[in-house]
């Protein structure tokens, strides 16, 4: 016997999602913890990044744009492809403005295109994502293309 009761937090299959259908994430404040963490964690030992005193063109408490796409990756994936995701296939950043430590990011998703593959059961799902601060400013803008899974009973 198998249970087919799907799972609190499931993320969408490739036939729930429709072109131009539009999500919008939870908010994330990034914290000190996040940044010296990133950075410990990649190597990203520059002044602008460790130094709390420095103060470059971007100003102070800057965070890397890898750190923030992470961190709305996180938030994407968590609400829209947990459990579907199959694959991340090809983003394009482009980051707009700078997040500092203490900001409120979230993100925007509209779907672009949907395309099954030939192996079934799965497509290329493709979106695209504008990540705002507290402030609804555009800080980044992204594409993603996705490998997701299908609905087995469909």
């Known amino acids: ?26 908010g994330r404040t990034v914290t000190e913890h996040d940044l010296m963490g990133f950075v410990a964690l990649t190597g990203m030992q520059e002044p602008l990044f460790v130094d709390a005193t420095h103060a470059g063109a971007l100003g102070a408490r800057p965070v890397p744009g890898a750190l923030t796409h992470a961190l709305i990756e996180g938030l994407v994936l968590t609400g829209m492809a947990h459990g579907t995701g199959l694959a991340l296939l090809e983003t394009h950043i482009r980051p707009l403005a700078p997040v500092r430590v203490g900001d409120t990011i979230h993100a925007e998703i509209e779907v672009t295109e949907i395309r099954p593959t030939s192996q079934g059961g799965r497509a290329v799902v493709r979106s695209a994502i504008r990540v705002l601060n507290q402030r609804d400013e555009p800080v980044m803008d992204y594409d993603a293309t996705r490998l997701i899974r299908g609905d087995e009973t469909a």
Do not use: I, K, N, S
Request: charged share 20%; net charge positive; glycine share 12%.
């Open 1 to 26: 016997m198998t249970d087919r009761t799907a799972p609190l937090g499931m993320g969408f299959t490739w036939q729930q999602l429709r072109l131009g259908q539009r999500f919008r994430t939870f």
